[in-house]
Nanobody, 121 residues
Framework: VQLQAFGGGLVQSGGSLTLSCVVS????????MTWYRQAPGKQREWVAMITSGGSTNYVDAVKGRFTVSRDNAKSTVYLQMNNLKPEDTAVYYC????????????????WGQGTLVTVSS
């Protein structure tokens, strides 16, 4: 599987960004797609996920601010981030899993290119 995230950048607190992640090498539409992030000095954590059927779930810290979506025709998953806060500063990654119960766990995965989001106060 190849995963390439892009769209990060420097934004002021309260600003917005939309991340994209292009996926190849798997049956995209059958997979749960999850966004993760790793802040400086911290462990990687899941942020948002979307199932093959379009159901979404978010970590409490981003609920109401982030929206995950997918375009199966383009094998791409998106993360719309609004009202960004300095604590959202991290490298963001996406990954795929056939099992929605396993998707939020970071262990045992191969990772592609992430994208850095920096939120200034």
């Amino acid at each position: 599987v190849q995963l390439q995230a892009f769209g990060g950048g420097l934004v002021q607190s309260g600003g917005s960004l939309t991340l994209s992640c292009v996926v190849s090498g798997i049956a995209f539409r059958s997979n749960v797609m999850t966004w993760y992030r790793q802040a400086p000095g911290k462990q990687r954590e899941w942020v948002a996920m979307i199932t093959s059927g379009g159901s979404t779930n978010y970590v409490d810290a981003v609920k109401g601010r982030f929206t995950v979506s997918r375009d199966n025709a383009k094998s791409t998953v998106y993360l719309q981030m609004n009202n960004l806060k300095p604590e959202d500063t991290a490298v963001y990654y996406c990954n795929a899993d056939l099992n929605p119960l396993r998707a939020r766990f970071v262990g045992g995965r191969s990772w592609g290119q992430g994208t850095l989001v920096t939120v200034s106060s």
